[in-house]
């Protein structure tokens, strides 16, 4: 059965530092997607990256990065400089390929960064 | 860009009442998808389409219903709603090939008094 486990329910950092959410999967199947989504306050999920089971190679997006590690079925996030406007919920989440493209959600990261 | 529309943001209802929300999208989306969100539990999947009149249970379709009519719209029906069906209601869609990304509408908050 596949699951998402985001161990940290909160964090909270100044502004400008460096945070890092952290994400660990459970799958049997060998090709599986990888996703972060961002929750605002609005309400709306922001869809932020995908990653497909082979293609391991890290990537930055500005001030967003992301290490897929398969030998640790993790799936960490990190900000660098964060930003208030960072402020939000973060869920982790993985769809199994064959499985109706269904996504099975992590319980979310509440980002708190203070000014 | 993907939209994913929701019609009603906020709406409260006695116990008992029929509900429905609606889900419209407009990418011609094959995959429809409802979620319902709780503090600390995340998103849980009630039910999803992959394509008209068809549809699946998710993991917690116990007193919903939905019915997808056109390709477009996926409805969310709850027959008689309760207190604990209280929480946020999340549409999605996306394409049919796997893996693809899920776009999500901005989320209706159901309050059952």
């Known amino acids: 059965a596949q699951k998402v486990t985001q161990a940290q329910t909160e964090i909270s950092v100044v502004e400008k530092e460096d945070v890092t959410l952290d994400c660990v999967y459970e799958t049997r199947d060998t090709t599986y997607y990888l996703f972060w989504y961002k929750q605002p306050p609005s309400g709306e999920l922001v869809f932020l990256i995908r990653r497909n089971s082979f293609d391991e190679q890290n990537e930055i997006s500005g001030r967003y990065s992301w290490n897929f590690q398969k030998s640790t079925s993790s799936f960490n996030f990190t900000i660098t400089a964060s930003q208030v406007v960072d402020s939000a919920v973060y869920f982790c989440a993985l769809s199994e390929a064959g499985y109706g493209n269904k996504l099975v959600f992590g319980a979310g990261t509440i980002l708190r960064v203070k000014s | 860009d993907v939209k994913v529309t929701q019609s009603s943001r906020y709406l409260v209802k006695r116990t008992g009442e029929k509900v429905f929300l609606e889900c419209v999208q407009d990418m011609d989306h094959e995959n429809m998808f409802w979620y319902r969100q709780d503090p600390g539990l995340g998103l849980r999947l009630i039910y999803f389409?992959?394509?008209?009149?068809?549809?699946e249970k998710g993991d917690i379709p116990e007193g919903y219903s939905v019915s997808r009519e056109k390709k477009e719209r996926f409805s969310l029906i709850l027959e008689s709603a309760s207190t604990n069906q209280t929480s946020m209601y999340l549409c999605?869609?996306?394409?049919?090939?796997?893996?693809?990304?899920?776009?999500f509408g901005e989320g209706s908050w159901l309050t059952v008094v």
């Open positions: 999605a869609s996306n394409r049919g090939t796997s893996g693809n990304t899920i776009y």
């Open positions: 389409s992959y394509d008209v009149k068809m549809k």
